[in-house]
């Protein structure tokens, strides 16, 4: 179904992606966690190494290495750090929205920027305090004037907030009920009227700023509309839905450090002796979920790249991936006792960084909503 | 959360009177103490409480609530703080058990703050400071003859105080209190845990110490029924947080508490929480009864309570969806606080092996 093999485009990035990881993420990881911040200069490492559009078409910059090589390479980031991957990420996401949904002019003017880290990085503006799974519920508005477009609103929990230099928001343009009526807007970060929150103190994730975003009387001209009125909804879902390939990868390369270390305390304790069953077969199971979740990413991002459709998949893929990665962290916590709680180790690191993923870019319980949509149809469909 | 009508009343009144007191003294600091450590003169101010030997028979200084009030009042502290709460369930069922174990009244005394003036706890090594304990755990290894010079190897996380550990060696038959400031110690944030570290360190016992194994069962099993009430405290707390947060929170037009998943969610962890309360409770009851095997039900109350505290706070977060995850809600804490529980004393892995004994004997 998918080809992996050494020499392929995908294997190409990933391992472009493992020595950035080695060289550049690794090293600071435990530090960055420390002080918290914005890795604004491993940020620009993986600018200069191209990892910042990666299924970007290159004209615009990008790798145009597809979903697959996308996934693998996130995998291997976020095995390194997740806190730098999940700006990587975000912006990665951003860039294909621009690409997919922009006019020419918005892809030539802003793709080629986040791509190389003119624009630092890209930042997806949805979630709002009355509106996290329910988009519906959202508030801020967007009023069309002579001269383009005045928002006024408030967005919440945004990555990179702090630093981006473009926000893709959404925002009501009309008064049409449920998702109807959202657009989406192109707003460069020093637009004025658009002003940065402090970032949210969070349980893991330092290293990544979480912020609100202001909109007050946020003038952009008519060329900050992006795709046509009232599609906003049909934009963010696309863009979650290869945003959730990122995630569960994301999940994926964390998991995978956590079983790494467990194995490798598993080593240093009991040395050629046999190793406990409560150690090995829980091992086991981290390893075995870990992989089952890995083929599923794999499958959506295969699709994806393809030109398949892939949105159940990638949710069933993030929902795989995000539980069982904490489940893996959890056991590796659990088998290591006080040295896996020590806060110089890396698995209380993973532990509080893997929790989000079962939160952001649609929650556990929405990824079940859309697999289970989905199932109804497929039986529907076979009786 | 006693079971009123059945608990006697006294425990009761004492649960009360440290849910007043934890709102009042406690609660408004439980995130700053998470963030910058305990406050230097808090344990001065428990023993002022009267929240140390809680255990402790009233004709010898304590509250006279034995073992089942002890749990209940570490449930209810933890509520409030569980890095308050962890510390006292350790230095309650170690410290304090050690020396009503030994029959050593001037240490007792001493670990109760009886007689102590609040001017003279201030300083590090007043005699009010706490008293933390180094369970059988992995990688910790303490040997050496009783009266003699005691050899520690390895590392472990418990929460130790400036004056003193408990300590048990692996084999269970080593118990000594050991100086603290012998220790290296590297502090960390959150929870109010610590890391111990040594590694083939020498040192030198000049505290009371034994080779009784019964009292190293006895005390590991103190510690597992406090530091197991400590976690069903925190998803106590973390469901209490939940329901809350799911009964305001507004997505599709309704409260999402309307959802049968959140629904589920909260009854599951509400049903897994009471139950490893009700183990705990039993465990108790028979350590207070004086039963020798009471080691068995107090590991299989603490195993049950920090998977109940880790499942029950990380659904509470879940509940809070991207709130959850900041530290404008508590139940990030209580998940970290949770997790946290599992290496203090034994881990999971460990009250596991302990009770494979016992089962092969029960079911044979």
Redesign the interface.
Known sequence: MFDIEPGSPEHGVQQLAAHVADDVLRPRAAELDRRGGFPTDSLAALSAAGLMGIAVPRELGGLQAGALAYSLAVTELAHACAATTVALCVNNMVAEVLAHFGTPEQRSVHVPKLCNGEHVVGAFALSEAGAGSDPAGMRTRARRTDRGWVIDGSKLWITSGSDAGLFVVWAKTSDDPGTRGISTFLVPGDTPGLSRGKPEHKLGLRGSTTCAIEFASCEVGPDALLDEVGRGFRVAMMALDGGRIGIASQALGIGRAATMAAAAWTRDRYGERDVPQGVSFALADSAMELDAAALLTTRAAWLKTTGQPFSHQASMAKLMASERAFAACNRALAMMGPEGQDCDGVVERLFRDVRVTMIYEGTSEVQRVVVSRDIARRFEDAR | MTLPGIWPEHIDALVGAVATLGAREIAPSAARWDEDGLDADLAARCADWGLFGVSVPEDRGGAGAGMLGAAAVMEELATHSGSLAVRLALHEGGAVGLALGLGDEPLLARLLGAGVQPESHSGATGQSSWVGWVGA???VCATGAPGGTTRLHG????VPGDGALVVVGREGDVVGLVAADRLDR?S???SG?R?VGWTDVALDVDLPRTGDAGLAAQLSARVSVLVGAVACGLARAAITQAVHYARVR???GQPIAN?Q?IQWKLANGATERDAAWMLLVHAAGRLDAGDAGAHDAAARGQLAAVRAA?SAC?EA??IH??Y?????FPV?RL??DA??C??VDR????L??ALTAGIAARFA
């Open positions: 755990g992995r990688g590392a472990a996380r418990m590297r960390r944030r959150g845990l890391s507004e997505q599709f959802f998943a880790v990380s977060l879940q969806g991207g959850g995850y900041t530290t404008e990030e998940l970290r997790r946290a599992s290496a881990g999971d892995d460990a596991r092996t």
